[in-house]
């Protein structure tokens, strides 16, 4: 079982500061299989990011994500008020399929 | 437009058998590639994949739960079901479905249905 360990637990910023992400993975594994979760309370999962790198339909391109192998990481270029949320990876290239454990991004 | 809802009991006794169902439109089953997941939340806590069951029937499982965990889909419904047997306290989460297709990402969630498991 692939185990993604994300950092920080918490990351304290201000609007329009850069957030920088990191997602690491037990063992290395395909890019193509990573992707990044925005969650809010109360409600479910958004698709980010996914092949590591590539911007799902209608996400700003303030949000980017890189990364191979057992490196990955989310950059959100300029906060915005509505991007202070819960961000989570995943990798969904071998059974089991698995999330990191989250980074909260709080207002400081 | 592809949209999933998940429906089942809120509250379940410790020792009781969930029964939660996947119900959704936008895709089908039959087609192939096209998978359906459940996801689970305990509260303040991380995303935990459970179960996938793909369009041929293949059915994957989270090895930590696989003895207590049965997904079935019915294509006539455009339903997915998932059982869990033994319900305890610590299964107590948002439980999520989610739409799958070619071996990618979860794409499409469904609201997530908050069950309780408590005497």
């Known amino acids: 079982e692939i185990v993604l360990t994300q950092s920080p637990g918490t990351l304290s910023l201000s609007p329009g500061e850069r957030a920088t992400l990191s997602c690491r993975a037990s063992q290395s594994f395909s890019s193509s299989y990573l992707a990044w979760y925005q969650q809010k309370p109360g409600q479910a999962p958004r698709l980010l990011i996914y092949?590591?790198?590539s911007r799902a339909t209608g996400i700003p391109d303030r949000f980017s994500g890189s990364g191979s192998g057992t490196d990955f990481t989310l950059t959100i270029s300029r906060l915005e008020p509505e991007d202070f949320a819960v961000y989570y990876c995943?990798?969904?290239?071998?059974?089991?399929?698995?999330f990191g454990g989250g980074t909260k991004v709080e207002i400081k | 437009q592809i949209t999933l809802k998940e429906s089942g009991p809120t509250l379940v006794k410790p020792t009781q058998t969930l029964t939660l169902t996947c119900t959704f439109s936008?895709?089908?089953?039959?087609?192939?590639?096209?998978?359906v997941g459940w996801i689970r939340q305990p509260p303040g806590k991380a995303l935990e994949w459970l179960a996938l069951?793909?369009?041929?029937?293949?059915?994957r499982y989270s090895p930590s739960l696989k003895s207590r965990l049965t997904v079935t889909k019915d294509t006539s419904k455009n339903q997915v079901v998932l059982t869990m047997t033994n319900m305890d306290p610590v299964d107590t989460a948002t439980y999520y479905c989610a739409h799958r297709y070619n071996w990618n990402y979860f794409d499409y969630w469904g609201q997530g249905t908050l069950v309780t498991v408590s005497s």
């Open positions: 995943h990798q969904y290239g071998s059974s089991p399929f698995t």
């Open positions: 092949g590591a790198s």
């Open positions: 936008g895709f089908t089953l039959s087609t192939s590639g096209v998978g």
């Open positions: 069951i793909y369009w041929d029937d293949d059915k």
